[in-house]
């Protein structure tokens, strides 16, 4: 599945490049451009910050969705609200990519009502029909392309049940999503935004597997397209740092298929009480690493501990990068 996010602008003093006028040719730069309007700062680096946020959902019900914690959300709802707030201010990332939030159309409003002087004027997302806790992106940047894999059925790779059973599943990889993002005129990545199955044992382990086998083939399909692709994926992976999932993710034969964890491997983002697991990560592929600013990815304190225990059982990410291919 397929699904594009576009603004439509006018200029009545635009007219047609001979290219344009060649009905057999297209620009991308002409097909694709950025908001009339908008302009790019003259910031030399971007912030990105990645958090599970652990059921965060609105305080209306949707009827399309039959689940007690979206249907009768929990008291701490006004206080999660108020603290996400406040970590976001804090942070005043470029790019937030939340897991486990319910809606593009609340993180929208969020940005709207609670969030103007930051400036999130894109948000994008592929959320479930039928589940609230989706992955969703709100950028200072223009976006592009949204590659959404909900549709998409991938194996418990390799499993098979007591009964010799394989399995498949599609009903989490709404949680999957690429997306094109462009911080400045002669820069762009694509974005992995993630939330993978949760869960111990083989079962739940063979179906992130399967997971990341598909993200491996979508990526290679980037690459393919274009050898100098930079590729960031970020979200909350539910593998620990040592796993088979991570290392799946994380080989490859070439820099461009190849990715690199930036942050320290004592950094741990789960739970917050108690912070003894890595589950969180923002990893760049080889195309992006000399772009990757030294030392920047790590677990920030954004609130007081009282204030996180709320919020999460999850730690956020921040990760910073320079806006132009080195």
């Known amino acids: 599945m397929l699904l594009t996010q576009s603004c439509i602008t006018t200029s009545e003093d635009k007219k047609a490049s001979p290219e344009s006028e060649d009905k057999n040719i297209y620009n991308l730069r002409e097909a694709q451009v950025k908001p009339e309007g908008y302009d790019y700062s003259d910031q030399k680096t971007f912030k990105v910050l990645s958090w599970n946020v652990e059921h965060f959902v609105d305080s209306y019900d949707d009827p399309y969705i ?9 008291a701490d709802l006004d206080k ?9 201010k804090t942070a005043n990332a470029d790019l937030v990519i939340l897991q486990e939030f319910e809606s593009t159309k609340y993180l929208r409003q969020i940005a709207k009502d609670s969030l103007p002087e ?7 997302g592929a959320p479930s ?6 992955v969703v992106v709100m950028s200072k940047f223009p976006l592009g392309v949204l590659y959404s894999y909900g549709n998409v059925t991938t194996p418990a790779l390799d499993y098979v049940d007591e009964n010799g059973n394989k399995e498949t599943q599609n009903h989490l990889n709404t949680r999957m999503w690429s ?3 462009f911080p400045a005129e002669d820069y762009d990545f694509i974005l992995t935004g993630l939330h993978l199955k949760a869960g111990r044992g083989e079962r739940n382990k063979a ?5 990341i086998n598909f993200l491996k083939q979508r990526f290679q399909r980037f690459i393919e397209l274009n050898p100098s692709q930079n590729l960031l994926i970020t979200g909350d992976l539910n593998s620990t740092l040592e796993s088979d999932e991570i290392s799946a993710l994380k080989d490859g034969n070439n820099k461009a298929f190849t990715f690199y964890d930036p942050l320290p491997v004592d950094q741990m983002t789960h739970s917050v009480k108690n912070p003894e697991r890595r589950l969180d990560y923002t990893l760049f ?19 007081e501990d009282e204030k996180l225990e709320v919020m999460s059982d ?6 910073s990068f320079r806006k132009i291919d080195e």
């Open 80 to 88: 999660k609200l108020s603290y996400l707030v406040e970590g976001l």
């Open 285 to 303: 592929n080889g195309n992006m690493q000399n772009e990757y600013v030294q030392h920047s990815a790590q677990v920030p304190t954004l609130l």
């Open 66 to 74: 039959n689940t007690n914690r979206e249907n009768n959300p929990n």
């Open 129 to 134: 029909d039928d589940w609230y806790m989706n």
């Open 179 to 181: 997306l094109e993002v």
């Open 118 to 124: 930051l400036g999130y004027t894109y948000v994008a």
């Open 207 to 211: 179906i992130r597997l399967g997971q």
């Open 314 to 319: 999850h730690l956020p990410l921040i990760i």
